[in-house]
């Protein structure tokens, strides 16, 4: 198996093609990057900034390039010894014109060779979906849609179409008859009953009205070829039936302010095998699973051995043609049964290297038994990033968080009532669903029986909004100690709260885990498990829309802590905390990966690193806050009430605005245009005064023009001149936190990812503006003039690079000193152990420190944190006037001779290593055993 020594994550698009990522590939292995990390590469909906909209896994994405630079690009790879790690996506594809096994689906039903291929629940409770499936993809209501006529039937050579904007749906042929019979008269007139094309019409007539129900597979579809055929070859060929055709089309489509005149299309869009809706729909009344909430991405029963065999077929083979030499699954969480699924996987694809993306609480671990070699590496950000925030300062940031915007719920309490919104408002019909289902499931017994629809949604949604972590892992009648724990904490704090609920909690807790079946039939105990698999399927949408895509925007006391996988309630992590995940890391997941930036995460990780100054200095941000409060007082607007923007949205801009503002001036102008685009994101995502579903334009229309108000006249603004002082104190303080960051991801156990573009500063908010372009003949020229420097004096280099900190070259060099490390001693740091180290001294608490050993090699990482009490802004933390008596107490057995990698100067030890000698040139450093 091909470990990779770091990797390097591409967001590939239309815009940034194979072509283009095969121009860096020089770069990045000069940077020190072993592993291409690439965002999906299949074919996608046309025009997909992201790839995760995958219409065809079998097929790369023609948009990114043909074979031959596909080829191209590969061959590139591995010209430089680079391995390729792929992100694929076994969870849902595009509900999309463009997915043609979807479409068969909706054509044909019941009968289409893909039939099983898509989660949908044809058997819905409710009517006027079963058999069906709904289609929410209208932009309006269904019947304004129709009656403006925005929905219109078309025919081509590949037959009758329903048509929204660029949606282009199929229609069954059985519908074909109601269409050819209207106005049948016309053409009888115009050619007479024994003319040989209305004989033909006729003969198609009765091939429609008596197609073999018994007609399967290659049959059923070599006869709606036939009838399709026929009708195209009549309609080219004689003039009349294509002018019968267009009258027909154009009598379907109606007339706009005639009502009446849409019923033919209404009609035969009923007979359909899907409903087509307004997209709110979607959140109350749904009966296919999605990826979360997102009507456009359906949901694949991957499951289903004949469907993960397809969808992994291309994958498959170009691992065994060397080209993919790992893998990342997207969303495992999504899949009906993720243990089975990496065992079909590893089984499929052999030994190489699997990581998942999994989002893992605090004190949560991936379970063991899974065949991969760990995560996307979220729990490192979390756990890295908490580290730079002082937990000692959490009861002061309360008090002014509390004061300053009235919100006074504690965090799980705020979580619970997120998760509930989510439950009624966006995730109504998929909780309704397992409601029914567990409805059904309670009347097939005595003990159940009594149970109401109205009391088992009830408990159950308790139950999904009190689930603390995304998912468990049952599949069978074998429940784990863990998952065990979990749901007996989580029924017993719902009992806390609906008490009234004892009996239908006592219910499901026993379906959950698995008791009480020995009286069951085999049926009913596999419906029961069928029940727990499906639900467990909803905990993690129903967490990642409650939490990370809700409270996330509106529990705002240090925005640095709200990051995907990340728990905003833990106010910084102890160094022990962090020494003890990482030996945990070593013993289960030595090669998981360490990520502090992704596609999705909330913001760049340079941003987090300024915020995180903050948490020192709680009394001076609480100051500049009201300042900047009172100044920007009058540019509120009220209506209707209400101030706008609120209290909390306007600390959540304050602190986006610190950590975000750029280095250079040429850049503000399209941060302003990039920072009012993401407000209305974040406003949105908060939902409290605006959502999604129910826009506010009075809002955010206000919010935004409270921001630009803010910004406007930099050189006269009032607030800008209190305001950028103090950010620039922050920036100064925050490259130091980013240098420690970056010495953290490539040191501690498990693979370091780059994030593209991330060698300089990534002051970027969440997705879509993380997916900016990036320019890289700025960083290839940066490069090359590091390393023709570096041999001939590498202090003198580094006094420049920190006199022109701002520009990020500084992260670019420390970034290729680690990565060449990493390269160098590739089994020290992918082998090596992992030991704490014992910090001594006045300032012990601002050093995390820990030893890799492997053999006879040994490297010690020394990374500084809390700057503000060290040194003033702009200046160095070097040195013993700034260390004083600081020193590391080191193990017997290390070595006593040093080279620090960075500054490349020796260093001698004894039984200790003072900070100061150490730090005597740059502010962390790495150590490896001469």
Not at 33 to 58: C, E, N, W
Not at 736 to 754: F, H, I, M, R, Y
Request: net charge negative; glycine share 6%.
């Amino acid at each position: 198996m091909r470990i990779p020594v770091s990797t390097y994550r591409i967001q590939f698009r239309q815009e940034y093609d194979f072509a283009a990522a095969t121009a860096i590939v020089p770069y990045l292995a000069a940077l020190g990057i072993s592993d291409l990390y690439a965002s999906p590469i299949f074919k996608a909906r046309a025009g997909s900034s992201h790839g995760y909209d995958v219409v065809d896994p079998t097929q790369l994405n023609p948009e990114l390039g043909d074979r031959e630079a596909f080829d191209a690009l590969v061959s590139a790879i591995q010209q430089h010894q680079m391995g390729w790690l792929q992100d694929i996506v076994p969870n849902h594809m595009a509900y999309d014109s463009q997915n043609l096994w979807l479409m068969d689906v909706l054509e044909n039903g019941s009968d289409s060779d893909s039939f099983d291929y898509f989660d949908i629940d044809w058997n819905h409770i409710y009517e006027e979906i079963r058999e069906r499936v709904l289609a929410p993809l209208l932009g309006n209501l269904y019947s304004d849609c129709i009656e403006n006529g925005e929905i219109k039937l078309a025919y081509d050579e590949t037959g009758l179409s329903v048509n929204y904007y660029s949606l282009r749906l199929p229609v069954r042929i059985e519908s074909y008859a109601r269409f050819i019979t209207y106005n049948l008269g016309q053409l009888t007139k115009a050619l007479g009953r024994r003319h040989p094309d209305f004989v033909k019409l006729l003969g198609i007539l009765y091939l429609l009205k008596n197609l073999p129900a018994e007609a399967k597979g290659r049959e059923r579809y070599d006869q709606v070829a036939f009838v399709k055929g026929l009708l195209w070859e009549l309609h080219e060929q004689n003039e009349a039936v294509k002018e019968l055709i267009a009258a027909n089309v154009q009598s379907f489509n109606g007339e706009v302010g005639s009502p009446e005149s849409f019923n033919l299309l209404d009609s035969l869009l009923n007979e359909q095998f899907y409903r087509l809706s307004f997209w709110k729909v979607g959140a109350e009344e749904i009966n296919y699973r999605r990826f979360f909430t997102v009507n456009e991405l359906i949901s694949v029963r991957v499951e289903e051995l004949k469907v993960f065999h397809k969808t992994h077929s291309l994958i498959a083979q170009l691992v065994e043609d060397g080209i993919f030499t790992g893998v990342r699954i997207d969303h495992i969480d999504g899949l009906y049964n993720p243990v089975e699924y990496l065992e079909r996987l590893r089984e499929k694809i052999g030994d190489v290297y699997i990581t998942v993306e999994k989002i893992l609480e605090l004190t949560e671990s991936l379970p063991t038994g899974w065949q991969v070699q760990g995560t996307s590496g979220y729990e490192f950000l979390n756990y890295v990033n908490g580290l730079f925030c002082d937990a000692n300062n959490e009861p002061a940031f309360d008090r002014f968080y509390t004061t300053f915007t009235g919100v006074a719920s504690s965090y799980d309490r705020l979580s619970a009532e997120k998760k509930w919104l989510i439950i009624e408002k966006n995730l109504a019909g998929d909780v309704e669903n397992l409601a029914q289902r567990l409805k059904r499931i309670a009347g097939q017994t005595r003990s159940g029986g009594d149970f109401t629809a109205y009391g088992l949604k009830r408990a159950l949604s308790e139950i999904l909004a009190l689930f603390p972590i995304y998912r468990t892992y049952i599949t069978s009648d074998v429940v784990s100690e863990t998952d065990r724990q979990v749901i007996q904490t989580t029924i017993a704090a719902a009992k806390k709260q609906v008490p009234l609920l004892q009996r239908e909690l006592e219910y499901i807790e026993a379906i959950l885990l698995r008791n009480n079946e020995d009286y069951l039939t085999d049926e009913q105990k596999a419906d029961r498990l069928h029940f727990v698999m499906r639900m467990q399927q909803l905990t993690g949408p129903l967490m990642a829309k409650g939490i990370e895509d809700t409270l996330l925007y509106g529990y705002n006391r240090l925005l640095s802590l709200n990051e995907v996988g990340g728990n905003p309630s833990h106010f910084g992590i102890l160094p022990e905390q962090f020494h003890t995940f990482n030996q945990q890391k070593v013993d289960h997941w030595l090669h998981s990966m360490n990520t502090t930036s992704t596609h999705d995460t909330k913001r760049g990780e340079d941003v987090r690193a300024r915020l995180n100054v903050l948490s020192e200095i709680p009394d001076a941000w609480a100051e500049q806050i009201k300042q900047w409060a009172d100044i920007n007082f009058s540019k509120k607007e009220r209506l209707g009430g209400r101030t706008i923007p609120d209290r909390n949205d306007e600390y959540f801009l304050y602190q986006t605005l610190v950590g975000s503002f750029p280095f250079d001036e040429a850049e503000f102008p399209a941060f302003v245009e990039r920072l009012k685009d993401y407000l209305i994101k974040a406003v949105r995502e908060a939902k409290v005064h605006t959502a999604w579903l129910r826009p506010d334009s009075e809002y955010e229309n206000e919010f935004i023009a409270f921001a630009e108000k803010l910004l406007d006249a930099p050189e006269t603004n009032e607030f800008l001149a209190q305001f950028r002082p103090f950010q620039a104190m922050i920036a100064e303080y925050g490259i130091l936190n980013s240098l420690s960051q970056v010495l953290l991801k490539n040191t501690a156990p498990g693979v370091p990812d780059l994030y593209q573009g991330d060698e300089f500063w990534n002051l970027s908010f969440v997705d879509p503006d993380n997916r900016r372009p990036i320019d890289y003949q700025q960083r290839m020229a940066v490069l090359d003039q590091l390393k023709t420097k570096l041999p001939h004096n590498p202090l003198a280099l580094i006094d420049d690079l920190f006199e022109t900190r701002a520009t990020g070259n500084i992260k670019l060099f420390l970034t290729y000193q680690l990565l060449q490390a990493r390269k160098a001693f590739a089994n020290l740091f992918q082998q090596g152990d992992y030991q704490p180290l014992e910090v001594a001294g006045d300032l012990q608490n601002h050093i995390i420190a820990f030893a890799r050993t492997v053999g006879g090699q040994a490297a010690i990482a020394i990374a500084p944190r809390f700057f503000t009490p060290l040194v003033q802004p702009g200046e160095r933390p070097l040195g013993t006037a700034v260390w004083k008596d600081t020193h590391l107490v080191l193990p017997s057995g290390l070595p006593s001779t040093w080279t620090n990698v960075i500054t490349t100067q020796p260093l001698q030890s004894q039984s200790t290593i003072a900070i100061g000698d150490a730090l005597q040139h740059f502010p962390v450093a790495l150590l490896v055993s001469s």
